[in-house]
């Protein structure tokens, strides 16, 4: 079964810390990787999109990364504000014509 | 730029009534996702069309979900009759083509009591 896990769960730093959430999958023959952010009673928003044959993409201070081999992607969020608390979610594609298969999220907290 | 608009955003409705759930992908978008949030489950794809036919709907739970697209600006999610566990938010996406980014829209809260 394809899955995608996404530890940990919640995460809370000060602000100005650059971190890193991390997105693991059980199929290294993935097709493309997206990571959302989710706003509390609000939709998701497409941060990033990694196809297959990249290895990582940046949007100002976010830049995601994608392992195949490892089964990994990571986002890295730079100088970290109080308006980056979200919760980022993971979804990976397995196929070009199979939906995405989400992970549950980690719930990220930034301290001012 | 319009989004994916989900009508209504907030449903609260007794157990056994029908409930209709709304959406209009984003002009030009051929594919259409429905899904499913829960704190248990997270989400969860129900159905998705493309270029309005059903392409996949072994998400469904039961026969009392039922989900049309009479057309490329329209689609419904129907679930009858409707029970306590069926309490979620539904969401709609949609995009442009296989492998181009999901657009969300916000929403529906459901809650059948």
């Known amino acids: 079964k394809q899955e995608v896990t996404q530890i940990p769960a919640a995460l809370s730093v000060p602000e100005g810390e650059n971190l890193v959430l991390n997105c693991s999958f059980t199929d290294s023959a993935i097709y493309n990787l997206q990571w959302f952010r989710q706003d509390p009673g609000k939709g998701l928003t497409s941060l990033l999109l990694?196809?297959?044959?990249?290895r990582e993409q940046t949007s100002g201070r976010l830049n995601a990364s994608l392992d195949k081999s490892s089964g990994r992607s990571t986002l890295y969020i730079a100088a970290s504000q109080p308006g980056d608390s979200a919760t980022y979610l993971c979804a990976a594609r397995f196929s070009g014509n199979t939906p995405l298969v989400f992970g549950k999220g980690t719930r990220l907290s930034v301290i001012a | 730029d319009a989004g994916v608009i989900q009508s209504p955003r907030h449903e609260v409705t007794e157990m056994g009534q029908e409930v209709t759930l709304r959406c209009k992908p984003i002009?030009?978008?051929?594919?259409l996702f429905w899904y499913r949030q829960t704190m248990m489950r997270g989400l969860e794809l129900l159905i998705y069309f493309n270029n309005n036919v059903p392409i996949d709907d072994s998400g469904m739970p039961e026969d009392r979900f039922s989900a049309k697209m009479p057309n490329a600006s329209f689609s419904t999610l129907k679930i009858q009759p409707s029970e306590p566990r069926d309490s979620a938010v539904y969401f709609c996406?949609?995009?442009?083509?296989?492998?181009?980014?999901?657009?969300f829209g916000d929403g529906t809260r459901l809650s059948i009591l």
């Open positions: 996406a949609s995009t442009p083509g296989v492998g181009q980014p999901q657009h």
């Open positions: 990694i196809q297959s044959s990249q």
């Open positions: 002009s030009g978008h051929n594919s």
